[in-house]
């Protein structure tokens, strides 16, 4: 897993140099046009003859040298050009003015990106030795000079760096922040903030988070005082980053967002997206999804490190990686797979290929895929193991660079003092580097021991996975051919069950008779004898009751024909109160229920809403205990409604899914729920039928 100061470092605006944080200022756009005038000044000087240079009034340490000096920091390029130019009449100067010029030099090859050699290192410890022991070198006095000196101390740490000899290079940034004269108005403040950025950039690299942290923090104070705010706002991100280090990502977060406000009120919408870019992993461990995606889309839209093909440019893979730990935090394990294996096709380092490695197997854990996990742990610890090899080996040229650095400040007279040392040095430096190989095989021992521990319980754990997995597959065979077996039996069992009881049932039929005729065959005939003299009695009994209700009937009969005599003379007075039969079978003869029969012959047209409001409202007249009933006892739907109406009109169920455009399905499930709604009985539809046309 790659740590956060390289993810943030990654995402970082300054990617710019050789240099770990040159800073990239607005001066540097802004000024090209007016450097522009001075170049062609001096350079028409330059191509013209030039006077012996003792005839410069001034020489280097004068306007020249000041006018070069400029031109360092806006053109280093022409400014470089510049001094070659003039490097035939370096035999002509005086010292001064020669160690100005290898000063100047120096500073032009740096800011032009130049790899810093041993010769630049040997020039610039004259250089050193010369403004250390000549305070008064320049006309300007111990302004300047102490400046100049800044400078050759700073050039020196560079030429260590990039000779990687970081324990001589900090002491050299050290020396050369000391030589600053803060107390002074005319102090190179600039020039400070880099000074104390370079400390920063070697302490990162030591990993010595804390002291990184500060020497950012005094970067970025000179460079408020020089009034350099691009620069201000550049190192504060670096600040940010180093919070990011030790752990505090709401500081990082917040410093981030502080950034690029100015970048963006600058106009730098690149440098802007970018620094908003690298909040996007905080965000994450913060477990702030939403925040994180909203940072990944401005750096991927604004950055400008994005191919035509979508594809990040080289060097900064880990926006693959955040994006699979985004994926992976919002459980969308197939776009974080495919954003791990796209890192690890693409990565130019060993420590993205690791994360990418490490993200897989964390990835195909959660996807319970232990064979995958075990091939990307094993491929991890392989690629971790070797990339532990180099970096031991860079740890001991570093520790073989100090060692080095030491031998060479010591004095040339103490010569045998010195040898005497040099030996103690060799058996100091074979004994660490015995000691450190011993460390280094006990270390590496012990991880392969504890990974081959770690290996042999993988192992032994997939070998009772794949076992228990075969045990699995066997139980369920077994158990799908017991269920099998167990409905061939039960089908059986219910062959002899039925068997069984249609034997039994004959059985029962059987014995019942032979009993009955027993019973018969028992009887005594004087019981029978008996039995007949009471049905005689009986028989006489009842013979009355029926002529005293034939009587009776006869009467009825007689009232009901003077009643009906009675009726037809009050119809032939008064025939509009002629009676017509029970409710439906008014509505019947009223002609309402004839749109719908003419749809169910003809099916040209269906009935109109205006047709179904005047058969509610027909019904509702002549019926209205049914309307009561349904509507408002029972408070059933409209289509409810309608289809109690339709069984009063002796509609079948396709008849009425007809009328009604419902399906059969629908017909009969809402008469067997109306059954149930308003009779409270459980039953089939016909029987609701039958019970809604006996009520009404």
Request: net charge positive; glycine share 4%; charged share 25%.
């Amino acid at each position: 897993m790659p740590t956060e100061s390289y993810i943030h470092d990654l995402f970082n605006v300054e990617t710019m140099s050789n240099d770990r944080r040159r800073h990239i200022t607005p001066t540097h756009r802004i000024g090209r046009h007016i450097a522009a005038v001075a170049i062609l000044l001096i350079a028409l000087a330059a191509c013209h003859y030039l006077p012996p240079f003792g005839g410069i009034r001034g020489g280097l340490s004068g306007r020249l040298g000041g006018a070069i000096d400029s031109l360092v920091n806006a053109r280093p390029d022409s400014a470089l050009t510049l001094l070659n130019s003039i490097a035939r009449d370096t035999a002509k100067m005086s010292r001064r003015d020669l160690m100005r010029y290898y000063l100047l030099r120096t500073n032009a090859e740096n800011k032009c990106d130049t790899v810093l050699t041993a010769r630049h290192a040997a020039l610039m410890r004259r250089v050193c030795d010369y403004y250390d022991n000549h305070p008064s070198s320049t006309p300007q006095g111990d302004k300047r000079v102490a400046n100049d000196r800044m400078l050759a101390h700073y050039l020196l740490g560079r030429c260590y760096s990039d000779m990687h000899e970081a324990p001589a290079a900090l002491q050299e940034f050290l020396n050369a922040a000391e030589a600053a004269d803060t107390t002074s108005t005319g102090c190179d403040y600039k020039t400070l903030s880099l000074i104390h950025s370079q400390c920063g950039g070697v302490y990162s690299s030591l990993f010595m988070k804390r002291q990184s942290l500060e020497e950012d923090m005094l970067a970025a104070h000179y460079a408020l005082v020089s009034k350099d705010t691009f620069t201000y706002f550049t190192l504060l991100n670096l600040i940010a980053d180093d919070y990011g280090n030790l752990g505090k990502p709401d500081s990082l977060i917040n410093i981030k967002k502080e950034c690029e406000t100015f970048f963006r009120k600058k106009g730098y919408n690149d440098f802007a997206a970018v620094t908003i870019g690298s909040c996007a992993y905080a965000y994450l461990q913060k477990g702030m999804l939403d925040k994180a995606k909203d940072c990944l889309d401005i750096y991927k839209m604004e950055s400008g490190l994005f191919l035509g093909n979508g594809e990040v440019q080289k060097g900064h893979e880990i926006y693959y990686f955040t994006m699979a730990k985004y994926y992976m935090a919002d459980d969308i394990l197939d776009s974080a797979q495919y954003y791990f294996r796209k890192e690890l096709t693409n990565a130019t380092d060993n420590n993205n290929r690791i994360a990418a490695m490490q993200g897989l197997a964390e990835l195909y854990g959660r996807l319970h895929d232990n064979d995958s996990v075990a091939k990307y742990a094993t491929l991890c610890y392989a690629l971790n193991d070797s990339t532990y090899k180099e970096s031991e080996m860079a740890y001991m040229l570093e520790m073989k660079a100090s060692f080095d650095y030491t031998r060479l400040q010591k004095s040339e007279a103490v010569k045998n003092e010195q040898l005497l040392r040099e030996q103690q040095t060799k058996r100091t430096l074979l004994f660490l580097l015995i000691l450190a190989a011993i460390i280094s095989a006990a270390i590496l021992r012990t991880t392969q021991k504890n990974n081959r521990v770690k290996i042999e319980k993988l192992n032994s754990r997939l070998l009772e996975y794949s076992q228990d997995r075969q045990e699995l597959h066997k139980r369920e065979k077994e158990l799908a051919d017991f269920l099998e077996k167990e409905e061939r039996l039960r089908k059986y069992l219910n062959e002899l069950s039925e068997k069984y009881s249609s034997a039994v049932i004959r059985y029962r039929e059987e014995r019942y008779a032979l009993e009955g005729e027993n019973e018969k065959l028992k009887r005594d005939s004087d019981v029978f004898m008996k039995r007949i003299e009471e049905l005689k009695v009986e028989s006489a009994t009842k013979t009355n009751e029926i002529l005293n209700q034939k009587g009776l009937i006869e009467r009825n009969l007689q009232i009901i024909s003077t009643l009906s005599e009675k009726v037809k003379g009050y119809e032939s007075i008064h025939p509009e109160f002629k009676m017509s039969g029970t409710g439906i079978g008014r509505l019947s003869e009223s002609g309402i229920f004839s749109p719908f029969n003419e749809y169910l012959h003809s099916m040209k047209r269906k009935p109109s809403r205006q047709e179904w409001a005047n058969l509610l409202n027909k019904v509702g007249e002549e019926m209205p205990s049914f309307k009561t009933f349904l509507t408002e006892t029972h408070h059933l739907s409209k289509d409810e409604y309608k289809l109690c109406i339709l069984l009063m009109f002796n509609c079948n169920p396709g008849a009425i899914s007809t009328i009604m455009e419902k399906s059969m399905p629908y017909v009969s499930k809402t008469r067997k729920k109306l059954l149930k709604k308003l009779f409270n009985k459980n039953g089939q539809p016909d029987e609701f039928d039958k019970m809604l046309r006996t009520i009404f």
